[in-house]
């Protein structure tokens, strides 16, 4: 059909509105990126806009000068790998009979499950449960109590419902396969797009988490990345303050300045890392998954 006056109108007003949100969405991360390249006195007089300028790493230098950032990093990669993998398996193990039409009272589970989304203990009883449990100071505190997102449950049980038809399952049940076979052999294959979608998530989670190890975790050699980094920043903040109004001012403004863009950096770049290889099955998967309730 011959696109009309309107269609083509239409479509210039479409891609005028996504060019702006992409730089709105694109324009701060190259910003940071170079401005933690930056000189942190080019930086604070504003002069950096798209590309470095004066060169400089003080902030990296900084930043990895602290000896425990390495082990820091060990431990956030451990966290973010088992826990995501225990957020996976019990996503899984919860959402798949809740999409099975012949799993009498999914309903009901369904039910108090989306209950637990409205109400919680608390952190105080939380940590009481914690400790009793002989969690405190351990990596477990970081990954039992958040083993299952009530949202993820709904959004990966909602794709199979609508992605694996039940048609394929009782063929495989028929073939001779058991809950599980079918499970691991025929849905699980064809639910890469939301397991991508889930790793994600429980990935980013795990990786910036830090207000749970700050409450768990009393052992240094046991603390993720994210607390030593937040432990340099407030460092530098702390410093600036107390800092004499001289020379030196100046010259732990413009550290605290260059070492705050070096940590987003030095935080997020795994993240941002990971993204492509997910990236194909993202949008697939939350849009499959997010159909219907």
Same mark, same amino acid.
């Given at each position: 059909?011959?696109?009309?006056?309107?269609?083509?109108?239409?479509?210039?007003?479409?891609?005028?509105?996504?060019?702006?949100?992409?730089?709105?969405?694109?324009?701060?991360?190259?910003?940071?990126?170079?401005?933690?390249?930056?000189?942190?006195?080019?930086?604070?007089?504003?002069?950096?806009?798209?590309?470095?300028?004066?060169?400089?790493?003080?902030?990296?230098?900084?930043?990895?000068?602290?000896?425990?950032?390495?082990?820091?990093?060990?431990? &956030?990669? %451990?966290? *973010?790998? @088992?826990?995501?993998?225990?957020? +996976?398996? =019990?996503? $899984?193990? /919860?959402?798949?009979? #809740?999409?099975?039409?012949?799993?009498?009272?999914?309903?009901?589970?369904?039910?108090?499950?989306?209950?637990?989304?409205?109400?919680?203990?608390?952190?105080?009883?939380?940590?009481?449960?914690?400790?009793?449990?002989?969690?405190?100071?351990?990596?477990?505190?970081?990954?039992?109590?958040?083993?299952?997102?009530?949202?993820?449950?709904?959004?990966?049980?909602?794709?199979?419902?609508?992605?694996?038809?039940?048609?394929?399952?009782?063929?495989?049940?028929?073939?001779?396969? &058991?809950? %599980?076979? *079918?499970? @691991?052999?025929?849905?699980?294959? +064809?639910? =890469?797009? $939301?397991? /991508?979608?889930?790793? #994600?998530?429980?990935?980013?989670?795990?990786?910036?988490?830090?207000?749970?190890?700050?409450?768990?975790?009393?052992?240094?050699?046991?603390?993720?990345?994210?607390?030593?980094?937040?432990?340099?920043?407030?460092?530098?903040?702390?410093?600036?303050?107390?800092?004499?109004?001289?020379?030196?001012?100046?010259?732990?403004?413009?550290?605290?300045?260059?070492?705050?863009?070096?940590?987003?950096?030095?935080?997020?770049?795994?993240?941002?890392?990971?993204?492509?290889?997910?990236?194909?099955?993202?949008?697939?998967?939350?849009?499959?998954?997010?159909?219907?309730?």
């Amino acid at each position: 059909m011959k696109e009309t006056w309107g269609d083509r109108t239409t479509l210039a007003v479409i891609y005028g509105l996504l060019s702006l949100i992409l730089v709105a969405v694109l324009y701060p991360l190259v910003f940071v990126v170079s401005a933690s390249f930056s000189d942190p006195a080019a930086v604070m007089r504003g002069e950096v806009w798209l590309l470095p300028k004066d060169l400089s790493l003080i902030g990296y230098e900084r930043v990895f000068a602290n000896k425990e950032i390495l082990s820091g990093y060990i431990n &956030t990669i %451990i966290y *973010t790998v @088992v826990g995501t993998a225990v957020n +996976l398996a =019990m996503t $899984i193990a /919860a959402a798949y009979p #809740l999409s099975r039409k012949d799993f009498m009272g999914r309903n009901v589970i369904t039910a108090f499950i989306v209950f637990t989304m409205f109400f919680s203990g608390g952190l105080i009883p939380t940590y009481l449960l914690v400790k009793k449990l002989g969690m405190i100071n351990s990596m477990w505190a970081l990954i039992i109590p958040g083993a299952v997102s009530v949202m993820n449950i709904i959004i990966m049980r909602t794709f199979f419902q609508a992605s694996v038809p039940t048609e394929v399952q009782e063929s495989a049940e028929m073939d001779g396969c &058991t809950n %599980i076979q *079918t499970l @691991v052999r025929i849905v699980l294959p +064809l639910s =890469m797009p $939301i397991i /991508a979608v889930m790793i #994600l998530f429980y990935a980013v989670g795990h990786w910036n988490a830090y207000f749970n190890a700050l409450i768990y975790l009393s052992d240094r050699d046991k603390y993720p990345l994210q607390l030593f980094l937040r432990e340099i920043l407030i460092k530098s903040e702390m410093d600036q303050m107390t800092s004499s109004m001289d020379l030196s001012v100046q010259k732990h403004l413009m550290e605290a300045e260059a070492i705050k863009y070096a940590i987003v950096i030095v935080s997020n770049l795994p993240v941002l890392l990971l993204y492509p290889f997910l990236q194909k099955y993202f949008v697939k998967g939350m849009l499959i998954g997010a159909i219907k309730g």
